[in-house]
């Protein structure tokens, strides 16, 4: 984030962005770290400007830092070479980067160019860490040595002495962590704050629980080493006036403890003997069972245990401060009931636990919170304190879950269950969206409330450029269908039912049907790709990587459970093919390029993936974020060596003109059914007509669904009719947008 000196360094973008990007470049000779100019901002956050991008006519600005005593370098114009996606990893396959020599002889400092910040933020959110500076050790073990002097004190005198007089008490507190927030980046542009960052730990003795803060570099040294079951002993911290009371959330006077770097400096130890006569209490718990979940009340808190079945794809919306909060939808199953739990999983600022969480895990989340609202579909969400341990992820766990009986109980579940039968039900990616939109546009629109109403197709154009990276957000238009096709992807071929519907009479849904023939496009020869050539595909080996591939003979999900357990005794494919080969592209409808946008295909990170345990790492990159170093960047279309999900059979895409305006709009529609664990149907009875399944978003589960042919044989009954489309979009990065139609409501003339 820019800081006061900002206006000095970029005069000409004063009011372009409040980010700054810095960049390291090569031509394979030699790195160079660069500042961005921020008017190319936009080109980064939809991510055409990214690691592993090939540039040229790049404009250096080289000025002197008499400050720092070095030479600044600044972007202030580039062209992006799109010709390639790969082109960088063909370039530098055989070139160890990390051992290339850095411009001017010496490696830049690890901090910000152009900011006074200690520390970058993360480059696609505010609320993780990011650099080694975010130690996972303590700094050093002075710090018990000097406490261990001091007497103890309770809470509660603590709070009496404050409420009383104001005054601090001398002394040490012996406190065990309760609950452990995530991290908050409080900083504001153009402010000089070096590390604008806090978190909040709720502690407690035998006496009282009170809120304890970190502020600033604590932070960086301290919030990844602390855990909730951990026993602290604190001394030299500040006592005021808890941040509840202040704002007059809570009328009752109460403390908060501050933990800073100076004023007093505060000293912190990790206690590894705890005494028994402390009596310090336990970490509260609340699991819950799937099936027990409705019957609870809407924002209800409880923690949760059960094995991931499903792992959406990261996006994120923007909050109402202006930042990007990303999540991700986990399915999960507990033996409970027959039906998944689904969680919408926020940032908890775990950010390695949150990248390679993966079907056939056990899935432990605290201090969840439940959406239940006016539909019959609920799920669980973060709350500030939420904290995520799963298997394999090498996240610690402190808290014995041993006695727990909902844990327990799961464990027996998990012993029983068939692990190919898990295997085969196991997604990974895809569009999700949950909870499915109503059938009704009434209840539709009365469920929007303030939200926006119908847009134009110009304005849709304009809010879907506006759009970042994965930001994703529903609109409406109404609309008339003039093409549907269907595809069909089978064996490595496509087939296609194209046409646009006749302008006739719509045919009756209950008529005889004729199948249209399908029409297969040739398969023609695949080329080798020169980066992934081989098998198994596996990610570009660079000095820096690691090992990827793990044999699963070993997989047990009882014994990877036992994960937890023991940590209580101790107490602690198909290869893909090119994207111009003719043999496995998608055949798309005729549309005017001067008005039609988005894309008319399904994209690779539209279509859910089986997973894949033996590269279950390398799916869980594909399906995650763009890395924003080269040794973590995977080929552009590794994710389509993935299978598509088994009850993937194909989609539709119906191309839609704007009334207002006559925008066309390419528009996805992937049907549920009860195929699918994935999009699952409404449960309404419906008659299985165009105009049904559009409002319901798939078809009835109470008959078989119709076939693809079947449906183009009656496309007739989409003429004639207005509609007003609900449009899912999510751009994808390097100018694909993602627009899925969730929902099409017939107007009556």
């Known amino acids: 984030m820019k800081d006061a000196n900002f206006a000095v360094f970029f005069q000409g973008s004063i009011h372009a962005s409040d980010s700054l990007y810095d960049a390291s470049l090569t031509d394979g000779d030699c790195k160079i770290r660069v500042s961005i100019e921020p008017r190319l901002n936009h080109l980064i956050v939809k991510k055409q400007f ?99 002097s001091r007497a103890p004190v309770s809470l509660r005198e603590v709070r009496q002495r404050f409420l009383n007089d104001g005054s601090r008490i001398r002394g040490d507190v012996r406190v065990r962590i309760l609950q452990k927030s995530r991290l908050i980046h409080y900083g504001k542009a153009e402010q000089n704050c070096l590390c604008p960052y806090r978190a909040e730990l709720q502690v407690a003795d035998e006496s009282a629980s009170v809120s304890v803060v970190l502020w600033n570099t604590v932070c960086m040294e301290w919030y990844r080493r602390l855990h909730p079951g951990m026993v602290l002993r604190l ?17 009752e006077p109460d403390i908060e403890i501050s933990l800073n770097s100076s004023h007093p400096s505060a000293i912190i130890s990790i206690v590894s003997r705890v005494c028994p006569e402390w009596h310090l209490p336990d970490v509260p718990h609340d699991f819950c069972k799937g099936a027990d979940l409705q019957n609870r009340p809407h924002g209800s808190i409880c923690d949760m245990v059960g094995l991931v079945i499903f792992t959406g794809r990261p996006e994120c919306v923007k909050n109402k401060e202006g930042k990007m909060d990303h999540f991700r939808w986990i399915q999960l199953e507990d033996g409970s009931c027959d039906y998944p739990v689904m969680v919408k999983l926020h940032s908890t600022s775990q950010p390695d636990v949150h990248s390679t969480i993966q079907p056939m895990s056990v899935f432990v989340c605290t201090r969840l919170q439940l959406v239940s609202g006016s539909s019959q579909f609920y799920y669980l969400t ?28 799961f464990l027996q579940w998990l012993d029983q269950t068939d692990e190919g039968d898990v295997m085969k039900c196991s997604v990974v990616g895809g569009f999700f969206i949950y909870p499915p939109p109503p059938a009704s546009l009434k209840t539709f629109m009365e469920e929007r409330k303030a939200q926006p109403g119908l847009i134009s197709g110009q304005e849709l154009r304009g809010q879907c450029e506006r759009l970042q990276y994965r930001e994703s957000q529903r609109f409406c238009v109404q609309c008339t269908i003039t093409a549907v096709e269907y595809h069909h992807q089978d064996d490595g071929q496509t087939s296609v039912l194209s046409s646009p519907p006749p302008p006739a009479t719509p045919t009756s849904p209950g008529l005889p049907v004729e199948s ?104 869980a990159s594909a399906t995650g974020l763009h890395p924003n170093t080269f040794q973590k960047l995977l080929p552009f279309d590794e994710l389509e060596s993935f299978s598509p999900a088994h009850f993937y059979r194909g989609h539709y895409t119906l191309q839609l003109r704007a009334l207002s305006d006559g925008v066309v709009v390419n528009a996805l529609f992937l049907p549920a059914s009860l195929e699918s664990n994935h999009w699952m149907p409404l ?26 042919a079947d449906l183009m044989a009656v496309k007739a009954q989409l003429a004639n009719q207005k509609w007003v489309c609900v449009l899912e979009a999510c751009p994808l990065g390097r100018n694909r947008l993602e627009l899925v139609l969730s929902r099409a409501f017939p107007l009556q003339s």
């Open 382 to 409: 973060n709350t500030q304190y939420t904290q995520v341990y799963c298997t394999g992820t090498g996240c610690p766990l402190t808290i014995p879950y041993k006695g727990i009986r909902p844990f327990r109980q």
């Open 235 to 251: 001394s030299r911290f500040r006592v005021r006036q808890s941040f509840s009371h202040r704002i007059g959330q809570n009328p």
């Open 50 to 148: 990214r690691c592993g991008s090939t540039l040229k006519n790049v404009e250096f600005l080289v000025e002197e830092n008499t400050d720092k005593g070095n030479t600044d370098i600044l972007v202030t114009n580039l062209e992006l070479d799109q010709q390639s996606e790969d082109a960088a990893l063909l370039a530098l396959s055989l070139v160890n980067v990390k051992s290339l020599p850095w411009w001017a002889g010496e490696e830049p400092s690890s901090l910000p160019l152009r900011a006074r910040r200690s520390t970058y933020l993360p480059l696609w959110n505010d609320y993780d860490f990011s650099g080694e500076m975010w130690r996972d050790r303590p700094p050093d073990d002075e710090n018990e040595r000097s406490s261990s």
């Open 516 to 619: 249209t023939p399908v029409k297969r496009s040739p398969r023609g020869q695949k080329r080798p790709n020169p980066i992934t050539s081989g098998t198994p595909r596996k990610r570009l080996v660079l000095p820096s990587s690691e090992p990827e591939e793990i044999s699963d003979s070993g997989l047990s999900l009882f014994d990877s459970a036992m994960e937890f357990l023991i940590g209580d005794e101790k107490n602690v494919d198909d290869a893909g093919s090119d994207d111009d080969d003719d043999s496995n592209s998608f055949i798309t409808a005729d549309t005017s390029p001067a008005c039609s946008f988005s894309l008319s295909q399904a994209a690779m990170e539209t279509i859910p993936r089986t997973f894949c345990y033996r590269r279950r790492h390398t799916q």
């Open 683 to 708: 449960p309404h009875r419906h008659a299985n007509s165009w105009e049904s399944i559009l409002s319901h978003g798939g078809f009835s589960p109470h008959v078989p669904p119709p076939s693809p």
